[in-house]
């Protein structure tokens, strides 16, 4: 069962960057896509952004040309640079592979504010 913990969220006004980590356990980390899911207050969590084992990509409009994501097999590690960021990006941020159903347990996430 693989185990997912995500890391680097926090606070940080409108316009600012922050990178998100997220370490994988097990061993069939590498084999699958990946993406960063995000759920803000009150909505329905929403993919953002995948990368397949093979390092092709695939954004969300809301992000396209602000988030890039990039992961490192070796490590069993995904990431998520977001730059220029807005108060409406504003959510509790996850990593899962991006399949549907999702095959693993969701991690705690983390939290996300962008605010002045």
């Known amino acids: 069962q693989v185990q997912l913990v995500e890391s680097g969220g926090g606070l940080v006004q409108p316009g600012g960057s922050l990178r998100l980590s997220c370490a994988a356990s097990g061993r069939k980390f590498s084999i699958y896509p990946m993406g960063w899911y995000r759920q803000a207050p009150g909505a329905q969590r929403e993919l953002v952004a995948g990368i397949s084992s093979g390092g092709s990509t695939n954004y969300a409009d809301s992000v396209k040309g602000r988030f890039t994501i990039s992961r490192e097999n070796a490590k069993n590690t995904v990431y998520l640079q977001m730059n220029s960021l807005k108060p409406e990006d504003t959510a509790v941020y996850y990593c899962?592979?991006?399949?549907?159903?999702?095959?693993?347990?969701w991690g705690q996430g983390t939290q996300v504010t962008v605010s002045s």
């Open positions: 899962n592979a991006e399949v549907l159903p999702v095959p693993w347990p």
